[in-house]
């Protein structure tokens, strides 16, 4: 495989697992777990995991947190999906199906 090659299925690897860790987060929006914890969850690499943890905090869809030694990452939006199923899900589907 030449060099090009392996960069290009590099980022489309790394843009699957970006979305993998999205659908994940998305599934368990109050998660708060290492890299190395996804990693073992997704069954995927923990340089890989970590490259796409970073990209996703530094697009501000997750949070980091925890102490000097782990750093935990979680969804930085989670509670606002729950308000929603919480309080504007009820309203719109509260009406009766048409016959």
């Known amino acids: 495989m030449t060099p090009e090659m392996n960069k290009g299925l590099n980022s489309i690897t790394l843009s699957v697992l970006r979305i993998e860790l ?6 368990n929006p109050h998660t708060r777990d290492t890299a190395d914890g996804l ?8 340089h890989e995991v970590e490259m796409a943890l970073n990209t996703l905090s530094a697009l501000g869809i997750l949070e980091i947190g925890g ?13 606002l999906i729950n308000n929603y199923f919480k ?11 048409l016959r």
């Open 22 to 27: 999205l659908a994940f987060f998305q599934a």
């Open 39 to 46: 990693a073992l969850r997704l069954n995927r690499p923990r």
């Open 67 to 79: 102490t000097k030694k782990i750093t935990i990452y979680r969804l930085r939006n989670g509670d």
């Open 87 to 97: 309080d504007e899900y009820p309203k719109v589907h509260s009406k009766p199906p």
